[in-house]
């Protein structure tokens, strides 16, 4: 960008320039006229001089020629009176008149030869013939020629008569123009110029020069004279040029001054308005244009401040919604996800920056991924498709998720998008599915309840009964036997009924604190009596002194259930079935946090075994009711759905990890109780 | 000789106790149902009451609570065969309620004739 420039510098420095330049201009140009005018009026004071001096030479010699004429007429007046014409005599003179005409000439000579005019100036009188009669002052005997007298140069002279001759032949007699010796300084010659008038009557020619050194002289003292006066109008003018430059100058720095602080007012409050609300005092601002500027600053503060409150608000609106949606929110653009919100980046794992940079499609379980782009797809092109739908995807961690999205066609920056709302549905997912598992259950349960207060009734009425039988025959009596067996197969048959109620119950009645080791070690110690021998027993107890809130008799059958599972699952080879009893802290050990129970202490019951594994495609229902991999006559198929309640209801969670040939391992979290429980009012219920 | 009241809505079950309650020498009367029970009681109070805890209409919970508000000495014996929960949660609540002993069903009938035979004479 080119360099700003200080706009008070600016006009500082261009109005001294301006005016400077100004008064200079002035300055030159009177100086410039004037110098004009100057050569013009020197010129002019040297023609008029010069027309001046010869009209004075020339007046000079016509007074000569006045008085020579004068003294002409005079003296033939005098010599009329006096003259004896016919003896050419003046009566009583004695003179002749030759004579007295001689002595008038004689002293009209001399008078002319007196004349000064100016410096140099005198009357020269000559012969036309040549004959000198007066010249530089001096009267001549009228005997020689001009050029015998200054013989210095004999044929200039001759030159100089020629020339005077001529201008005489004039009517009215001319100028000439010669060099000829001053009376100052006979030594040498000056350019002189001459006014010559003719007399014919006496055969005369009479000039009067005036040396041109001297006119130039008088020039040149007029020149230095006009200098002097055109000099001091310049200095007059430049000084008032000054004067008035300096009073605009003033002037011009006061205005500048106050423009510059009325610019600082404006300046300061453009810098300020940017951090602060402050509007600009007006009363500082001196003129109108700028008060004007301030007046639509201080509106256009008002406006940003109410437009940023406005925003603020937005924004806080924005932020409320978005930032604190429980839902995740974003745009979808060019098959990215943009402008996450939090709860977005919570989902995913990944920050702002990861989710810019990998295709969403990446982010979606794989067997999804095909429909979600093929929607997204289809929406961006404009076409109406049905806003909700569900998917999975997969977190940074690598976990998958269930959302349902909520998308709409939409745009930004001018390109087509989606705009995008995620709800996490993992956990209605598991819900529904722990719904529909415990539905399944509770029509069985309802379904077992019923049938087992069915049964228990028509048990009672077939033990009662047999029993009074038994006793209204006597013992010798073969239909006793029979109605023994009516009676144990009853009480089998009981039993059969009590397993089911288990799966039936909805809250375990018996909850209190148990030593969770002794309970373990209890079951086991059953378990061990009926193991065959080809199965290895490893016991790894780690727990002490831990306490469960739970039914010490439905610890044991979880044991017990999973016990038999895993021996079942070794039937017919060696193996090694290991348990292992254990602290187990959730949230802090990555194993546990798969379980979704919330963060505390627990105890985990880890049941191993070396046999034929479960395979994935079964693994979702082992613990439905009825599922069962073994024979008819082997169970009915309710140990883990049996397991599967209890432990639901002791606020654990079972996780089943099993490789199709090689082996299962069930692990057990059962929470530690937190405090000394009181147990239920209550007894040990007859149990046959 | 002591009058017993069975009450329970399977008339069987009723059938078999009646006959082991009255070959030890005891009166015996039959109610379908708390309602009836309590309303033959009021005629006529039996020495004991054996009920049934789970039964339609006036169930054995509720029979049990309203006998014992109306009388307070009454004795009683309650049953269950169990339901959506299991018996002994049912024999819990009958017991809190004041039934003086309880029995899971199928019933052991030496232990009930016994359990009778020391309610009745104390």
């Given at each position: 960008?080119?360099?700003?420039?200080?706009?008070?510098?600016?006009?500082?420095?261009?109005?001294?320039?301006?005016?400077?330049?100004?008064?200079?201009?002035?300055?030159?140009?009177?100086?410039?006229?004037?110098?004009?005018?100057?050569?013009?009026?020197?010129?002019?004071?040297?023609?008029?001089?010069?027309?001046?001096?010869?009209?004075?030479?020339?007046?000079?010699?016509?007074?000569?020629?006045?008085?020579?004429?004068?003294?002409?007429?005079?003296?033939?007046?005098?010599?009329?009176?006096?003259?004896?014409?016919?003896?050419?005599?003046?009566?009583?003179?004695?003179?002749?008149?030759?004579?007295?005409?001689?002595?008038?000439?004689?002293?009209?000579?001399?008078?002319?030869?007196?004349?000064?005019?100016?410096?140099?100036?005198?009357?020269?009188?000559?012969?036309?013939?040549?004959?000198?009669?007066?010249?530089?002052?001096?009267?001549?005997?009228?005997?020689?020629?001009?050029?015998?007298?200054?013989?210095?140069?004999?044929?200039?002279?001759?030159?100089?008569?020629?020339?005077?001759?001529?201008?005489?032949?004039?009517?009215?007699?001319?100028?000439?123009?010669?060099?000829?010796?001053?009376?100052?300084?006979?030594?040498?010659?000056?350019?002189?110029?001459?006014?010559?008038?003719?007399?014919?009557?006496?055969?005369?020619?009479?000039?009067?020069?005036?040396?041109?050194?001297?006119?130039?002289?008088?020039?040149?003292?007029?020149?230095?004279?006009?200098?002097?006066?055109?000099?001091?109008?310049?200095?007059?003018?430049?000084?008032?040029?000054?004067?008035?430059?300096?009073?605009?100058?003033?002037?011009?720095?006061?205005?500048?001054?106050?423009?510059?602080?009325?610019?600082?007012?404006?300046?300061?409050?453009?810098?300020?308005?940017?951090?602060?609300?402050?509007?600009?005092?007006?009363?500082?601002?001196?003129?109108?244009?700028?008060?004007?500027?301030?007046?639509?600053?201080?509106?256009?503060?008002?406006?940003?401040?109410?437009?940023?409150?406005?925003?603020?608000?937005?924004?806080?609106?924005?932020?409320?919604?978005?930032?604190?949606?429980?839902?995740?929110?974003?745009?979808?653009?060019?098959?990215?996800?943009?402008?996450?919100?939090?709860?977005?980046?919570?989902?995913?794992?990944?920050?702002?920056?990861?989710?810019?940079?990998?295709?969403?499609?990446?982010?979606?379980?794989?067997?999804?991924?095909?429909?979600?782009?093929?929607?997204?797809?289809?929406?961006?092109?404009?076409?109406?498709?049905?806003?909700?739908?569900?998917?999975?995807?997969?977190?940074?961690?690598?976990?998958e998720r269930s959302v349902q999205i909520n998308a709409a066609a939409t745009t930004w920056e001018g390109r087509p998008a989606t705009i995008n709302l995620i709800r996490d549905i993992t956990e209605q997912k598991q819900l529904e599915k722990r719904l529909r598992h415990s539905q399944k259950m509770e029509s069985i349960g309802t379904l077992a309840g019923g049938i087992a207060h069915e049964f228990n009734n028509m048990l009672g009425i077939i033990i009662g009964n047999a029993e009074l039988a038994a006793d209204d025959i006597p013992d010798s009596n073969p239909a006793r036997n029979c109605l023994e067996e009516i009676r144990t197969a009853s009480l089998r048959a009981k039993n059969v009924v009590r397993k089911l109620m288990r799966v039936a119950q909805k809250t375990p009645a018996f909850k209190k604190p148990i030593q969770i080791r002794?309970?373990?070690?209890?079951?086991?110690?059953?378990?061990?009596k009926t193991m065959p021998t080809t199965i290895d027993l490893r016991l790894n107890i780690r727990c002490t002194s831990e306490t469960v809130l739970g039914d010490p008799t439905e610890i044991s059958q979880v044991v017990i259930n999973l016990c038999t599972n895993a021996l079942h699952a070794m039937r017919g080879h060696t193996g090694v079935m290991s348990i292992r009893l254990e602290p187990a802290a959730v949230n802090r050990e990555p194993a546990a946090q798969r379980s979704g129970l919330p963060p505390g202490d627990y105890v985990r019951l880890t049941v191993m075994d070396t046999g034929e594994g479960i395979e994935p495609a079964i693994m979702d229902r082992v613990f439905d009711p009825y599922f069962t991999t073994k024979a008819v006559d082997e169970g009915l198929g309710m140990g883990l759905a049996v397991v599967d309640g209890i432990?639901?209801?002791?606020?654990?969670?079972?996780?089943?990890?099993?490789?199709?040939?090689?082996?299962?391992?069930?692990?057990?979290?059962?929470?530690?109780?937190?405090?000394?429980?009181?147990?239920?009012?209550?007894?040990?219920?007859?149990?046959? | 000789?002591?009058?017993?009241?069975?009450?329970?809505?399977?008339?069987?079950?009723?059938?078999?106790?009646?006959?082991?309650?009255?070959?030890?020498?005891?009166?015996?009367?039959?109610?379908?149902?708390?309602?009836?029970?309590?309303?033959?009681?009021?005629?006529?109070?039996?020495?004991?009451?054996?009920?049934?805890?789970?039964?339609?209409?006036?169930?054995?919970?509720?029979?049990?609570?309203?006998?014992?508000?109306?009388?307070?000495?009454?004795?009683?014996?309650?049953?269950?065969?169990?339901?959506?929960?299991?018996?002994?949660?049912?024999?819990?609540?009958?017991?809190?309620?004041?039934?003086?002993?309880?029995?899971?069903?199928?019933?052991?009938?030496?232990?009930?004739?016994?359990?009778?035979?020391?309610?009745?004479?104390?």
């Open positions: 960008m080119r360099r700003k420039g200080n706009f008070s510098h600016f006009i500082r420095v261009w109005g001294i320039i301006f005016l400077t330049g100004l008064g200079v201009c002035f300055i030159c140009i009177d100086v410039i006229s004037t110098y004009r005018d100057f050569n013009l009026r020197a010129a002019q004071i040297r023609s008029e001089y010069i027309d001046r001096r010869k009209q004075s030479i020339k007046q000079e010699v016509m007074r000569a020629v006045e008085t020579i004429r004068h003294r002409r007429s005079q003296s033939e007046a005098l010599t009329r009176e006096k003259r004896f014409a016919p003896w050419d005599w003046f009566i009583g003179t004695g003179l002749y008149v030759d004579d007295v005409e001689e002595q008038i000439k004689a002293q009209l000579l001399l008078d002319i030869s007196r004349i000064r005019f100016g410096r140099e100036g005198y009357i020269f009188i000559n012969r036309l013939n040549g004959d000198i009669l007066v010249s530089n002052g001096k009267r001549f005997s009228g005997t020689k020629k001009l050029w015998e007298v200054f013989d210095d140069n004999p044929e200039e002279m001759r030159e100089i008569f020629e020339k005077e001759y001529q201008a005489a032949q004039k009517p009215g007699g001319g100028y000439i123009q010669y060099s000829h010796i001053k009376l100052s300084q006979p030594e040498r010659e000056s350019p002189k110029v001459s006014f010559i008038f003719g007399l014919p009557e006496f055969q005369w020619l009479v000039g009067a020069g005036v040396y041109l050194d001297d006119v130039e002289n008088d020039i040149a003292r007029m020149h230095r004279e006009l200098t002097r006066q055109v000099i001091a109008k310049n200095v007059v003018f430049a000084l008032a040029v000054i004067a008035v430059v300096g009073l605009f100058f003033l002037f011009f720095i006061r205005l500048n001054n106050r423009l510059k602080k009325d610019l600082h007012h404006l300046i300061s409050y453009f810098s300020e308005s940017a951090d602060t609300d402050e509007a600009i005092d007006r009363k500082q601002i001196k003129f109108i244009e700028f008060d004007r500027i301030a007046e639509y600053a201080n509106r256009m503060l008002a406006e940003r401040i109410a437009a940023l409150k406005a925003l603020r608000e937005s924004e806080e609106k924005y932020r409320l919604l978005v930032d604190t949606a429980n839902e995740s929110i974003f745009i979808a653009q060019d098959n990215v996800i943009k402008f996450p919100n939090p709860k977005t980046i919570e989902m995913t794992g990944y920050t702002e920056k990861e989710l810019a940079a990998v295709p969403f499609v990446k982010l979606i379980h794989p067997d999804d991924r095909q429909m979600v782009a093929d929607r997204h797809r289809r929406r961006l092109n404009g076409e109406v498709l049905p806003s909700d739908y569900s998917f999975r995807i997969i977190d940074k961690k690598g976990s002794a309970v373990i070690t209890e079951a086991l110690d059953l378990i061990r432990i639901k209801h002791h606020n654990g969670s079972i996780h089943i990890h099993s490789e199709p040939g090689k082996g299962t391992t069930v692990e057990v979290l059962l929470p530690l109780a937190e405090k000394q429980h009181q147990t239920q009012p209550g007894e040990d219920f007859t149990d046959t | 000789m002591a009058r017993i009241l069975l009450i329970d809505d399977d008339a069987p079950v009723r059938r078999t106790l009646r006959k082991m309650l009255e070959r030890q020498g005891y009166e015996v009367e039959e109610a379908p149902d708390g309602k009836a029970g309590l309303t033959l009681y009021q005629e006529n109070p039996a020495d004991l009451i054996i009920t049934d805890l789970i039964m339609p209409e006036m169930e054995g919970i509720e029979t049990i609570m309203e006998l014992r508000r109306r009388f307070p000495d009454v004795k009683i014996i309650a049953m269950s065969g169990g339901g959506q929960i299991r018996p002994e949660q049912y024999l819990q609540i009958a017991k809190s309620l004041g039934a003086q002993h309880t029995f899971a069903k199928p019933v052991e009938m030496k232990l009930l004739l016994k359990t009778v035979e020391e309610l009745l004479t104390v």
